[in-house]
């Protein structure tokens, strides 16, 4: 072969093959500080292996080994043999700040979610889950227990802005907050909005969670609930706002359709439809993770996915509604579809 000529794939290097085929690395060494409450012990003032090691009631090298590791990943900083929080991980993982985000671990990782990602092949040729039956999507599956007690933090971060966007102002608005899990996003409009009263729809489990979460708010006496399947209970109403938060993407259009024209029913004249999800770029690619998001979808529902806008625009069009919107949420990732009646 002449020396100025090489195969194209000569000048490659199997680092992303690498990175990417053992990445669950990462997740379970992050799971295990968490365990530990090595970001908490350090916050606390413990910034040495030993140190950090008696807090945890950890091994002193274990300790060292998994604090080096929480460095090269960026979740702490390192010099002279001490370790410190990063921003990030002072503001999201020390266990006593106000926005600490590490229990969506209980969440993210589940059981029920992780099976589904153990043979992505089969969800691939198969179209869908091949967890059995509706996967995730099975009535009063007690994953969605753990989503309402692991990601109320994170939601109350995007409930803020979505406040911001929809301008309710002081008037008296009804709200019905579809799967609303823990119910944080109408917990946190409702304590904005004094005249706001919200009502609540999710399996009865899960409604338990969101109880507890508006008495805690001081929202309780506006906070009432509907137990059952969106697709099938009495939804009562009318309503001014229906809010959709990260629920449509478990089902494919068909299905959205038919529980669109159920919501529509609904709301009340000028009544708007407020859809909260990871909406992807017309390409699917981006933006950023939504491409990832997607896989989870398919490995752990029938046929749900992120839909683009232009998707949505066509099945709340099929469903009754006049025109439909999209807003960014900054500074979260995912976006708002406003639809009108």
Known sequence: MSATRRDAGDDAYPGLVFETLTAYRRTAALKGALELDLFTAIAEGNDDAAAIAARCRADPRGTRILCDCMV??????????R???TPTSAAFLDRRAPRYMGGM???LDAPAIAAGFADVAAAVRNGGTVLGGRGTLAPQHPVW???ARAMA?????TAEPLGWLLALGG???ALLDVAAGHGLFGITLARAHPGLAVTALD?????DEARRNAAAAGVAERFATIAGDAFAVDLGGPYDVVLLANFLHHFDESECVALLRRLRAALAPGGRAVTLDFVPDEDRIGPGSVPLFNLAMLVTTPRGEAHTFGAYERMFAAAGFARSELHPLPPTPQRVVISHA
């Not at 090269?72 to 043999?81: C, E, P, R, S």
């Not at 399996?203 to 409604?207: D, R």
């Open 72 to 81: 090269a990943l960026g979740f702490l900083i390192k010099a002279n043999d």
């Open 203 to 207: 399996w009865p489990a899960v409604l």
């Open 83 to 85: 370790y410190a929080l």
């Open 145 to 147: 227990v753990d989503f």
């Open 105 to 107: 671990a209980q969440f």
């Open 171 to 173: 008037a008296r608005v």
């Open 153 to 157: 933090a994170r939601a109350a971060l």
